[in-house]
């Protein structure tokens, strides 16, 4: 809860001393609990208080930062308010029980690059199954691929022979219950790791959570219900609202939703809900498998949701070809908005006509867009054609419909190329290569 | 101290339009909750999932949607078969053969593929055209008349053709008007109004606001749906509490994930899977940020997706 002036006041030294520049305390109180001025700024406050109010002002949801990856951090419900910070990290669970060798391998499968982004599984949820040396063995494996381990287990005896069998990888303890939170607190402490809390409810939950603060962790990621799909929902989406809404920092933290055992077994499901909480506050999921069919779709709406709105995503300038074309293929030129991008390259490619396509720099806007802000013109284009397509025998260019104006000048640039003027939006390209075929 | 829950309540409300009639009838909207969010308050008509039918038949399609359909020879025969689909809401018929560009067939051959439909099932139909703005609107206009009294769906008036659309479909025939807008709220409800103002009530619109396939300008999607949703609760906007409708098949199926073939790309496994595992994604990321209703295409998608939307509300 955000402090009023007269809580701040009541813990001033009420010196009135004037060193931070303000004539009273009651006054320097009021500019703190208004933010213009740091609490640090008081020479004579207290060190407890400093920490109780660097407390209050802190930002609602914690940044908790597993090896690389940063989870948490969020400020607002909905994208287009401001900008999501934390994409939502996908795991694939593993368990004791389970053929370690060959869930590691299949889950290590999914591994390449969209608009400069690597998207691959970025987490391995090692789950406990009721065998203990199968379990170390399992996290030695898991902590051994170069992704980030979150250890699931309850058991403080298993846990710990886990954690120091790969206690430099830092580890994620997802396990703090009721029942065993003062071993698992010490255990987190003392290996400084991120400790998972699990309850039922979230009346349960809040007060575990409470407790553990109180226990002086902060270091923590909630787990939602993992039997009920609509209480997983119910959780994820109140936890979230609870902390930037309401700004209860009790609930200021990522959570944990295991897609793998609200849906064991049905792939199509596991990729609903995958996106029904990359859309709804889901920090890591955890999923059985991650196959292509099921990332293509999530780390394609992971990167769209996630996207700051006020930069244009952008793919690189350069030729690409397209239904195995070569020097003796037609070209066209558009855009670096990866939006221009994906729509036309996925028309060209509907077509099956072999085409080079050139993508010049033009800032990551849209074609009319980057016209008129002067990022696509006749000498851009002309430049990178010069640049990217030196080689080329068939010297056609498709010119995009929206800026046929350009034409002339371009022609004068590039005399010995054929400037052909195209259709205005994607969708008609395969009809034009049809026809201009 | 315990945690306290403070349901997001709103005083306005998405109309409730209902398509169809008889015991198969449905209802889109009535909700007064962010989307999915039945521990706010009650979702009387969760969200409802439709079957989409090309009238140019199956070729190309998915193997899994041909083995469904496997002895289908008409639209009707497919529709009878799609309503037998786990989790079929209604039915939408696309008349994808009007294409001038295309097929071009003819306004009365594609009424007669509509009425045939129309018989075949007795789930709600909406009809969907092919694109072609001024065709869209004699189909939409002759299939209203055709279908009077069966309370249908037009998909959709477009601030190209909402005049012709509106006059026969929404004020001639009393049917059910979708009102198509690319990916803006601004012009989500500039349509809208256009719409009404001609004497179309809201309570017989529902809004598609535009759509795409997930990872292709999706955050668009996202935020428009979104920021509707708020505007209609929030700030009590009756220009934007129409229900929304989102045909997500028919772009899912037409990136490159779904398309590409398994020997073009074997490290990407099944095509099945993989449009799928699109058509799912989508169809529920769309649900999240506050569509009414989806149409798809595959058979374990219409099921998947309906089951997700039992289990959550």
Known sequence: MALKGIDIFKMSPKKNCKECGVPTCMAFSMKVAQGAMKIEQCPYMGADVIAKLSEATAPPMKTIQVGDLKLGGETVLYRHEKTFVSKTLYAVCVSDASDVDAVLADAQKVDYERIGEREYVEMIFVTYAGNKDAYVEAAKKAAAIGREVILDVEDADVAEAALAAIADKKPVLNGATEANVDAFNALATKYGVVMGVKAEGLDALYDLTAKIEGMGNKNLILNVCDTSIKEAFAEAVQIRRASLKNTDRTFGYPTIVNVAKLAAGDQAMQTALASLFTMKYGSVVVMETMTYAQALPLYGLRQNIFTDPQKPMKVEPKVYPINGSDENSICCVTVDFALTYFVVSGELERSGVPINMLITDAGGYSVLTAWAAGKLSASTIAKSVNECLADQKNKTLILPGKVAVLKGEIQEKLPDWNIVIGPREAVELVQFLKEYK | ?313
């Open chain 2, 1 to 313: 101290m315990p945690f306290k829950k403070t349901p997001q309540k709103f005083s306005a409300a998405i109309k409730a339009v209902e398509i169809g009639t008889g015991d198969k009838k449905t209802v889109l909207g009535g909700e007064g909750v962010m989307p999915l969010y039945s521990f706010d308050g009650p979702i009387e008509n969760a969200p409802k999932v439709g079957v989409e039918i090309v009238d140019t038949g199956l070729e190309g399609e998915a193997k899994g949607i041909q083995e469904f359909y496997a002895g289908c020879t008409t639209p009707a025969e497919m529709a009878a078969k799609a309503a037998t689909m786990e989790g079929a809401d209604f039915i939408a018929l696309r008349l994808e053969s009007a294409d001038p560009n295309g097929a071009n067939a003819s306004v009365e051959d594609c009424v007669a593929t509509a009425k045939a439909v129309s018989e075949a099932t007795d789930l709600p139909l909406v009809i969907m055209g092919c694109k072609n703005n001024e065709k869209d609107a004699q189909l939409f206009d002759k299939c209203s008349e055709a279908l009077a009294g069966k309370n249908i769906l037009v998909l959709a008036a477009k601030e190209e053709n909402y005049k012709g659309v509106a006059a026969a479909a929404g004020l001639a025939y009393n049917q059910k008007i979708g009102t198509e807008s690319a990916v803006d709220i601004n012009l989500a409800k500039q349509l809208n109004v256009l719409v009404t103002q001609m004497g179309v009530k809201g309570e017989n619109v529902i809004m598609n606001p535009g759509t795409a396939a997930a990872g292709y300008g999706f955050e668009y999607v996202v935020s428009t749906l979104e920021r509707i949703r708020l505007a209609a609760l929030g700030q009590d906007d009756t220009t934007l509490q129409m229900p929304v409708i989102t045909p997500v098949a028919s772009e899912t199926w037409g990136v490159k994930e779904s398309m590409a073939s398994e020997e073009d790309m074997p490290e990407w496994g099944s095509r099945d899977d993989r449009g799928v595992d699109m058509e799912v994604a989508t169809a529920v990321a769309v649900l999240a940020a506050g569509s009414n209703a989806v149409i798809l295409r595959h058979p374990q998608s219409v099921a998947t997706v309906s089951k997700l939307v039992k289990e959550l509300i």
